[in-house]
């Protein structure tokens, strides 16, 4: 079983910075890509950003792009979202996920860390 724990959340202005973090509490080969899921209140989920544990391939919602950045850390289990030039509707509970191989989707998720934004 695969755990992910968020940690980094918070209340900042708008224009601030924070940067959110996923422990992963063990790899197998069978989870290739992490990913960053927010959803706003009254929101469904949406996708943020995505990272390869090899290669470090990254993708972002356009939402996002040229504002927040997705790394890792092989060594520590950890993956990060920085979030810079923050707004209002960044606000939402964020989650990290893992994506399995065999199920080809983001089968592990964690408990989420709440970001508000205010203006």
């Known amino acids: 079983q695969v755990q992910l724990v968020e940690s980094g959340g918070g209340l900042v202005q708008a224009g601030g910075s924070l940067r959110l973090s996923c422990a992963v509490s063990r790899r197998t080969l069978s989870e290739d890509t992490m990913g960053w899921f927010r959803q706003a209140p009254g929101k469904e989920r949406e996708f943020v950003a995505s990272?390869?544990?090899?290669?470090?391939?990254?993708y972002y919602a356009g939402s996002v792009k040229g504002r927040f950045t997705i790394s890792r850390d092989n060594a520590k289990n950890t993956v990060y979202l920085q979030m810079n030039s923050l707004k209002p509707e960044d606000t939402a509970i964020y989650y990290c996920a893992a994506r399995t191989i065999l199920q080809n989707t983001y089968f592990y998720w964690g408990q989420g860390t709440q970001v508000t934004v205010s203006s």
């Open positions: 990272i390869t544990w090899s290669g470090g391939s990254t």
